[in-house]
Every structure is written in C-alpha cells, then in structure tokens.
C-alpha cells in the first residue's frame, strides 16, 4: 500500500478525482433546485436531460480511438477541464435546451474522466492493490465533496446560481489545465491495444456492468429528484444530506477496497445487491422525510461497492485488454442508462413509484449473476496458466 501511495500515478489520480468530484458535486447539488426553482422543468424534462447526460457514457468506447492522438493521461486531465466547463456555463443557459447543452458538455468531461481513471487504476496498480486504490481515491473524492458542501453551504445564501456555477466551474477548469501539464507515466506497463475488444469469455462483466448502469440511473435520476418533489428538500438540505453522506463514505471507502481484498468480489457483491432490493422497495413505499434520507445514504454507501465489478474484470481480463475494456465496459454500461430516464421520467407521471420498483427488479437479477464469479474467476486462472506453460 505504501508504494502505491507513493506512484506518480496515484498523486495525479488523486488530484484529478478530487478536482472531477467537486465539481459533479457542484452539478448534482444545483442541478435539480436551479431546474425546477429557475427554469420550471418538470419530471419528464429532467427525465430527458439525464438520458442525455448518458450520452457521453454510452461513447465512451471512443476513448479508445482518441488515445491514438492524446496520450490517456492528458485525455484524462483535459476531461476534467471540459467538465469544468460545462459546469461553469450552466447558469448562463437557463431553458430546457440551454441545460441539454451544457449538461451534454459537462457529462462528455465527467465520462471520459472516469473511463480514463478505471483505466489508469487497472494498469498502473496490480489486482492486490487496485481494490486498496480505488477505495482511498473515492475516500479522496468524497472528502473533497464535503469541502465543496460547505462552500456551497455559505454561497447559496449570498451568490446566486449562475455566480456558483461560474466561479466553481472554472476552478475546476484550472485543475484540469494543470493535470495536463503532469506527467505520472511509466514505461514498464504492459501496451494497451487501440482497438475495441469484445470477448466472449468477459460476458459476466459485460452482463454487470449493464445492470449497474440501469440501476444507477434510477438512483441519479430520481432519487434525489424524490426529495425536491415530494420531500420539499431545499439546497441547503440537500447540501447538508450530501456532506452527511460524504462523511460516511470517506471512512466507508477505503474499508470497502479492504473487503473486496479480503473477502473477493462474489462476497462483496452480493450484499450490495440484496441490500438494494430492500432499499428501492422503500423509496417506493416511505413517507418520512428523515427516513427517505436515511434510505439515499444508504443507497450511496452500497453504490462504492460497484468496484468490485471491476477489480473482477482485473481478475478475468487480459493486460493489455484493461484500457479498451473499461472504455467498452463504459458503454454497455451506459447503453440502459440512455433509455431509463426517459422511461423512468413517464412512468414517474403515472405513478412515482415505479421507477424504484424497477430497481428492485434490476438488484434481483444481478444477485442471481454474482453468484457466478467465483466459477468465472477459476476459469479465467486455468486459461492464464495455460498460456503461460
């Protein structure tokens, strides 16, 4: 652990991930108050805004292609310089379409960011480190969001939406623009192909990372969209929930990567799911506001525990399949991401409920999958061993 704290690569992971963090912290935390208090956009409006953020994901395969031109390194810092961006110019595009724009713009930095950054973990840092890494950079990132809370926490009350947006967007520009000027990279890593790969033998990958980007989506779009509607969740509450939630994550974090160590992905997984059942079927039936918070904690807690799917691939995956990999595992997560929105948003209209019914569904199912880890982990030592005699 202490050689890889002491990697190059960690410090700009680090520094990036908290830059990235912010400033989607800045975004989510805004976002559904200025959507509804400043522009007047209704369930369906922000149904189709979150399917469009998804966009960016369901490209992320492009990453791939970009790298042949930009080293992933600075793709990577330049992505969270776009992201920067599109935060800093969502307050000046207030309508339906403006925020379509600058949410597009925002989501194509937040993306390729994070494709870059699985990436980057996978290759850099070996299968009995990567869990321990993955952990302490969203311990990282959720101490930076509870930073941004406070400062969101004092600006609210004196600068208006557009200043918030504006001024915090383009720090995290600047963050963006430094990275790009690092170098963290080493010259003993196995060479990533420049191409996509898609391989039979990863299909339970694929399968996961698909369910858990159409389970997320429920919780993104909607969850906190819940307490604005119904629960009247003001910015300063939301803020206050976010920094609570943060707080907790920041112990939580690196405990999570140490199970994952400890216990293996099959373990780890499975209590995320059978967890969510339950917590989606209350969404759908609470009615206290102190105990629909509770709820969207808890929510997040099990959410970290998705990076068990990819230090699993780690385990299954080829070394030189992890960059075009991610990317594709990036898209497949994002191809359900697209739709639910814009489903979930119209069946929002008929009956609330039912987007989180949905989730519970979806948790069902990927329980029954996890099962099977263990079996495909095994398979994928004896191919390794095979190859190497």
């Given amino acids: 652990m202490q050689k890889a704290r002491q990697d190059r690569m960690f410090l700009f992971l680090a520094v990036m991930s908290i830059a990235s963090t912010m400033g989607f912290q800045v975004w989510r935390t805004l976002f559904n108050n200025f959507a509804v208090e400043v ?8 149904g189709i805004i979150q399917s469009i953020r998804e966009i960016p994901g369901f ?33 000046v595009f207030p309508s339906f379409t403006g925020l ?7 989501s194509f930095g937040f993306h390729y960011f994070e494709t870059t950054n699985q990436s ?29 809370g406070f400062i969101l926490l004092g600006a609210s009350s004196i600068l208006s939406y557009e200043l918030m947006f504006g001024i915090l967007g383009g720090l995290i520009v600047l963050a963006g623009i430094w990275g790009m000027f690092l170098n963290p990279t080493r010259l003993d890593l196995v060479p990533q192909q420049k191409k996509m790969i898609f391989r039979k033998r990863y299909s339970l990958y694929y399968f996961l990372t698909f369910m858990a980007g ?15 509607e119904k629960f009247h969740f003001s910015v300063k509450e939301i803020t206050i929930l976010f920094m609570l939630n943060n707080a907790i994550n920041y112990f939580l974090s690196p405990l999570i990567g140490k199970a994952i160590i400890r216990f293996g992905e099959q373990k780890v997984l499975s209590t995320e799911y059978l967890s969510l059942i339950f917590i989606f079927i209350a969404y759908a039936t609470v009615e206290s506001k102190s105990l629909m918070a509770a709820l969207y904690i808890l929510d997040h807690i099990f959410f970290n525990f998705s990076m068990a799917i990819r230090t699993y691939f780690q385990k299954v995956g080829d070394a030189d399949h992890m ?64 190859l190497s005699i």
């Fill in 214 to 228: 159409a389970r997320r989506q429920i919780f993104m779009a909607f969850a906190v969209f819940l307490l604005v």
């Fill in 323 to 386: 960059a075009p990999t991610m990317a594709m595992g990036f898209t497949i997560n994002h191809i359900a991401a697209v739709a639910i929105p814009v489903l979930g948003g119209l069946a929002w209209i008929i009956d609330y409920r039912i987007p989180f019914i949905a989730g519970a569904v979806m948790s069902l199912v990927s329980l029954i999958a996890v099962q099977y880890i263990s079996k495909s982990i095994l398979k994928a030592e004896i191919r390794h061993n095979a």
């Fill in 100 to 106: 379509i724009f600058t949410t597009l713009l925002m």
């Fill in 39 to 46: 522009v007047g956009l209704e369930g369906n409006h922000i």
């Fill in 59 to 91: 490209l992320a395969l492009l990453v791939v292609f970009v790298t042949l031109v930009i080293k992933e390194h600075r793709l990577s810092a330049l992505s969270v310089a776009i992201l920067g961006l599109g935060i800093s110019l969502t307050g």
């Fill in 120 to 148: 980057l973990t996978l290759q850099y840092f070996d299968r009995h480190t990567s869990p321990w890494v993955m952990g302490k950079l969203r311990s990282y990132s959720s101490a930076s969001a509870i930073i941004i």
